[in-house]
């Protein structure tokens, strides 16, 4: 789906991403785990998972649908954590950044078929051999072209996306003992939203 060497640097940044956040899963499984942390390592290692899988593999309607459906659930349980009264307005402004990229999330899986829609495309009867198949030389631009109102709303998360690297990279030089779990969201970010904009450019 993306031209190289992008689709091999988002598979490690995102493999990078999921191996950390299975890994912050399993040493802190324990009853005394906060319920959001763990809501939010669960749902950026699913993210990543699903991210590489959308680089290298056309996942079909009912599997895009499932993701949707999935990443939708988990953005509620996001915000219900992040609506309690409990929580602290710092770890509310984590949580609503969560929810806001989970948002952008299923964005990128319901519109991709608009997104996509001024990539070039193999001209060999469109079939997908490959997510390279864009570079060979009979490679053509299809008729239709991403409508503007979802060129508007995709850059308009890409900011998102720079403004939740921006927020956690002041939580990075606020934090002390957790700066490997910041920087792992600063990547998701990162990652996020250079695939938007890979795939509407």
């Known amino acids: 789906m993306l031209a190289s060497p992008w689709d091999w640097i988002l598979t490690v940044l995102f493999a990078s991403t999921g191996v950390y956040c299975l890994w912050h899963l399993s040493a802190s499984w324990d009853r005394s785990a906060v319920g ?31 993701q949707i459906v ?7 349980v996001i915000a219900g954590y992040a609506s309690a009264k409990a929580i602290p307005s710092g770890a509310r402004v984590d949580l609503g950044i969560h ?14 078929p608009l997104m996509m829609s001024g990539v070039p495309v193999s001209g060999t009867g469109g079939s997908h051999d490959g997510h390279g198949s ?24 890409v900011v998102l996306c720079v403004i939740a690297m921006g927020w956690w990279a002041y939580r990075f030089s606020r934090e002390r003992t957790h700066r490997s779990h910041v920087m ?11 695939m938007l904009a890979l795939m509407i450019s």
């Open 70 to 76: 999935a990443f939708g659930v988990m953005g509620i």
């Open 134 to 157: 864009s570079s060979a030389p009979d490679a053509v631009t299809v008729s239709a072209e991403t409508p503007a109102w979802v060129l508007l709303v995709t850059w308009a998360l």
């Open 99 to 112: 929810v806001l990229l989970t948002g952008a999330m299923v964005w990128m899986l319901a519109a991709m």
């Open 184 to 194: 792992c969201h600063i990547g998701m970010a990162l990652g996020m939203g250079v």
């Open 36 to 66: 959001p942390n763990r809501a939010v390592d669960v749902l950026h290692a699913v993210m990543s998972v699903s991210m590489i899988v959308m680089i290298w593999v056309p996942t079909g309607s009912v599997g895009t649908w499932v």
